[in-house]
């Protein structure tokens, strides 16, 4: 059982990471320019964003394993219809569906392999369920880099939904699973807010080139997020139960570091994925090759980490991992148009070996700091905190290229494309810095058990 579920998080990074390989040429087939192949990517992490602590809350009122399987079911449906789509609007608002149906089984994958692993092992089986999704991301820009060079970023969506499908099903006869009604169980106002704040901040970055809207939109998301956080301690069933982040220092540093850690995370590959094919002129096959490099460091490191974390303090494991993230992004500030794929590879390589490092350590330290009966809302804000970390880089980076590129198609403007990366690296440099700044910080404090 419990392998299974590992070996399930292979499939749903394949797709992660396929699709943005194939966005270059998805954007010149249907003329998407550059602001709305950003907003491919931006509200797939809003949707799953929007909705993580939502479907935390009802995994622990309901069933996880039937959520579980039912996000793996729709992630892979929802891929088949994407590549039958040949209307942008279509497509943005089909990924936007397909990242609550990520969220579904990422907030529970967890949680289930927390069920199922006594405390002594959770560092291994973490590690290697990153492994496996490490292995899924390394895999993925090279099969996509080949699908797209043979039939067009099409086949990405079909062969990865068809194999999310597959995959569902296999999961179907294997996890057992019994729903139960789950009741009155969130604050309906609450999720409205959240979403409209993610939202607004998306479509407002994708808008910067035309001034005042998108600003109006940013500073509405803002607004909007702000009365969230401040309503929660006043409600009997919040979203974020801020007394018990105060209550759970561990819990709430380690969450601290892995959002701001995250900007990075899916921001570097997005854009490299764009410099490769855009500034540099490779194919798509060579840029998945390149994107796959470090995924192979991750894939290799990250069950070493997990082990490792068993026997030394994680949160010094996890410090490593972030003092690697810091030097590749300050390596990413030495991209221009004239780097050599090497160099590139060297970048992505170096972070990958931070992540490797911090993912499963900085997880063991989010699920063993609270009570066995708050680990799905553990789990939930957990990915919360990555999905917020990649959200708030995406948005970062889509705000940059509309800045740069504006309406423009992405193909014709290889220079400013390359401005842009530089922009987006020096403020990854800062938001990493603060990350690793609290983490060492967080390491003097005492480790108390929940």
Same mark, same amino acid.
């Given at each position: 059982?419990?392998?299974?579920v590992i070996a399930a998080q292979l499939a749903p990074p394949f797709m992660f990471s396929g699709v943005g390989v194939a966005l270059p040429t998805l954007g010149a087939e249907l003329h998407g320019s550059a602001s709305a192949l950003g907003l491919v990517e931006t509200l797939f992490l809003g949707g799953s964003a929007s909705f993580l602590l939502l479907l935390g809350r009802l995994a622990d009122a309901?069933?996880?394993?039937?959520?579980?399987?039912?996000?793996?079911?729709?992630?892979?449906?929802?891929?088949?219809?994407?590549?039958?789509?040949?209307?942008?609007?279509?497509?943005?608002?089909?990924?936007?569906?397909?990242?609550?149906?990520?969220?579904?089984?990422?907030?529970?994958?967890?949680?289930?392999?927390?069920?199922?692993?006594?405390?002594?092992?959770?560092?291994?089986?973490?590690?290697?369920?990153? *492994? %496996?999704?490490?292995? +899924? #991301?390394?895999? /993925?820009?090279?099969?996509? $880099? =080949?699908?797209?060079?043979? @039939?067009?970023? &099409?086949?990405?969506?079909?062969?990865?939904?068809?194999?999310?499908?597959?995959?569902?099903?296999?999961?179907?006869?294997?996890?057992?699973?019994?729903?139960?009604?789950?009741?009155?169980?969130?604050?309906?106002?609450?999720?409205?807010?959240?979403?409209?704040?993610?939202?607004?901040?998306?479509?407002?970055?994708?808008?910067?080139?035309? *001034? %005042?809207?998108?600003? +109006? #939109?940013?500073? /509405?998301?803002?607004?909007? $997020? =702000?009365?969230?956080?401040? @309503?929660?301690? &006043?409600?009997?069933?919040?979203?974020?139960?801020?007394?018990?982040?105060?209550?759970?220092?561990?819990?709430?540093?380690?969450?601290?570091?892995?959002?701001?850690?995250?900007?990075?995370?899916?921001?570097?590959?997005?854009?490299?994925?764009?410099?490769?094919?855009?500034?540099?002129?490779?194919?798509?096959?060579?840029?998945?090759?390149?994107? %796959?490099?470090?995924?192979?460091?991750?894939?290799?490191?990250?069950?070493?980490?997990?082990?490792?974390?068993?026997?030394?303090?994680?949160?010094?494991?996890?410090?490593?991992?972030?003092?690697?993230?810091?030097?590749?992004?300050?390596?990413?500030?030495?991209?221009?148009?004239?780097?050599?794929?090497?160099?590139?590879?060297?970048?992505?390589?170096?972070?990958?070996?931070?992540?490797?490092?911090?993912?499963?350590?900085?997880?063991?330290?989010?699920?063993?700091?609270?009570?066995?009966?708050?680990?799905?809302?553990?789990?939930?804000?957990g990915a919360k905190a990555r999905s917020l970390g990649m959200l708030s880089g995406m948005v970062m980076t889509a705000g940059m290229i509309a800045f740069e590129l504006g309406d423009a198609p992405i193909a014709d403007q290889p220079l400013p494309l390359m401005a842009a990366v530089v922009r987006v690296y020096a403020i990854l440099v800062v938001a990493v810095s603060l990350s690793l700044l609290l983490?060492?910080?967080?390491?003097?404090?005492?480790?108390?058990?929940?």
């Amino acid at each position: 059982m419990v392998w299974a579920v590992i070996a399930a998080q292979l499939a749903p990074p394949f797709m992660f990471s396929g699709v943005g390989v194939a966005l270059p040429t998805l954007g010149a087939e249907l003329h998407g320019s550059a602001s709305a192949l950003g907003l491919v990517e931006t509200l797939f992490l809003g949707g799953s964003a929007s909705f993580l602590l939502l479907l935390g809350r009802l995994a622990d009122a309901s069933d996880k394993r039937t959520l579980y399987k039912l996000g793996l079911l729709g992630f892979g449906v929802l891929s088949l219809v994407i590549g039958s789509v040949s209307w942008m609007p279509a497509i943005l608002v089909l990924r936007f569906a397909q990242g609550i149906a990520a969220a579904t089984f990422t907030v529970t994958g967890p949680a289930i392999l927390t069920e199922l692993v006594p405390a002594e092992r959770r560092g291994r089986v973490f590690g290697a369920s990153m *492994g %496996a999704a490490y292995a +899924g #991301l390394t895999l /993925g820009p090279i099969a996509a $880099g =080949a699908l797209v060079d043979a @039939w067009g970023w &099409r086949s990405v969506f079909w062969v990865g939904g068809g194999v999310l499908v597959v995959l569902a099903t296999a999961m179907h006869g294997l996890l057992a699973s019994r729903w139960r009604w789950p009741g009155r169980f969130v604050h309906a106002p609450s999720v409205a807010l959240l979403i409209g704040a993610v939202l607004a901040c998306v479509m407002g970055a994708a808008s910067l080139h035309d *001034g %005042a809207l998108g600003v +109006g #939109l940013l500073a /509405g998301g803002l607004t909007l $997020g =702000a009365v969230f956080v401040l @309503w929660q301690p &006043r409600l009997e069933r919040p979203l974020i139960d801020v007394r018990a982040l105060a209550r759970h220092p561990v819990l709430r540093d380690a969450l601290a570091v892995q959002g701001l850690l995250y900007m990075n995370a899916y921001t570097s590959l997005f854009m490299a994925s764009l410099y490769l094919q855009v500034t540099l002129e490779q194919p798509p096959d060579t840029a998945g090759q390149v994107l %796959a490099l470090g995924s192979v460091v991750m894939a290799v490191l990250a069950p070493l980490a997990g082990r490792l974390a068993d026997y030394v303090p994680a949160r010094q494991v996890a410090s490593v991992g972030v003092g690697l993230v810091l030097l590749s992004a300050l390596l990413g500030l030495g991209l221009d148009a004239t780097t050599t794929l090497p160099y590139v590879a060297l970048v992505l390589g170096v972070q990958s070996a931070g992540f490797a490092m911090f993912s499963s350590p900085n997880m063991t330290l989010i699920m063993g700091s609270v009570p066995p009966s708050e680990v799905g809302i553990a789990s939930a804000l957990g990915a919360k905190a990555r999905s917020l970390g990649m959200l708030s880089g995406m948005v970062m980076t889509a705000g940059m290229i509309a800045f740069e590129l504006g309406d423009a198609p992405i193909a014709d403007q290889p220079l400013p494309l390359m401005a842009a990366v530089v922009r987006v690296y020096a403020i990854l440099v800062v938001a990493v810095s603060l990350s690793l700044l609290l983490s060492i910080l967080s390491s003097r404090r005492p480790l108390v058990a929940p």
